[in-house]
């Protein structure tokens, strides 16, 4: 079966797709990727995403012209993919999209109930490329009480656990996120977000230097930690919270990096993301440090997402975790930027045959349910 995954991250810098040839369902998954394509995000559009994600400046009328906006996008996306792989539309089984994280709220705030909104119509998709298409996958584990994410946990049980290993999975996309995997017990796996993953060091890269990254971590390598920096952001309420919990852009987005760099900006602009890349890396350390290696010994650390480009957050991570192994996925086979498209396209098949995908232990959730919404093709 040929299969589309598509996720588009906090991160916002592309939408991800991916080509799959997927056989069997649970366990018994077999997967070959036939081809990765990342379609840059359009400037404007990312700027209508981030208005729309601003609780103060989003409009509705914006919003719902931009669930349809995003849709074209995500068809546009999965032409180029196809193209590039000489595939035609009709000989796709199914689509899984992960669609645009315009809200996340996995815990009631006030009058505000858990809840998420993903947001790229599916319709769009299914009728402009005529196939079935599997979308909205966080609201059926919130509605069974878990937080909606992470999702990706499902996916990396099915693909890297390993028998009498106990194996940790780093997401550095926007936000970072582990998922422990304890030998083959699905039951056992854990999965929270560590923090921040890119997200504090592009928007400094912004900032600072109008650039939307720190390409490869060449300027973090260049400077030197800000010891009061480092600490205020140790200090950050969300290290505290027992897992499993998530963050997002609410935490350690725009408004929380502007007024760090306002504060610091008596400091050196290199200092600061060389602050921000080290306090990324040791998040994730103190998390494994405080909630996984008290129980569990750990095997080997794999690192996943844009972030495992960045060579600086790598050796610092590596640094802080000592004699652990920290490997990419790209070390081990695997293609790090593909990795949370394909993980859709695992957990879409998994709806179509009518089989969980979500993982209790990672989410919360009080029941392993069927996640995502199917839309039919058309015709
Ligand atoms: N060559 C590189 N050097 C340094 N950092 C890089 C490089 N390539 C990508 N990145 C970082 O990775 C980020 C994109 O990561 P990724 O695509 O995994 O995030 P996302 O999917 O948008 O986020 P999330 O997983 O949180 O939804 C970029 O914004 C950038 O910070
Ligand atoms: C609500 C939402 O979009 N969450 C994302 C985000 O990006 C990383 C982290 O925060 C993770 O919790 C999640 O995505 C991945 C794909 C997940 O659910 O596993």
Redesign the pocket.
Known sequence: MYAVGI?S??SMDGIDTVLVDIHGYGKETKLKVIGYHEYPMPIDMKAKIMKACDEKDSHVDEICSLNFELGYLFVEAVKVLLHKYHILSKDIDFIAT?GQ?IY?I?FQKGQLLPS?L?IGEPAVLAYELNTTVISN??VMDMAAGGQ??????YSEFILYSEEHKNIALQ?I?????V?LLVGQDLDQVQ?F?TGP?NMMINEACRLLYHLEYDDCGHISAKGTVINALLDELMHHSYMKKQPPK???REDFGEKYVHYLVDKYKKEKPQDIITTLTYFTAKSIAYHYQTYILPYYPLHKVIVG?GGSHNQTLLHMLQKELYDIPVYTQDDIGYSSDAK?AI??VIMGNETLHHHFSNVKSATGASDYVILGNITLPPR
């Open positions: 996720m991250g906090t992960h994280t996340h996995p998420t993903q996958f966080r909606g994410a992470p999702l990706v946990p997401n996309g926007g936000i970072g996120n998922t999965a977000d993953g998530s963050t997002g997402g949370e993980a859709f």
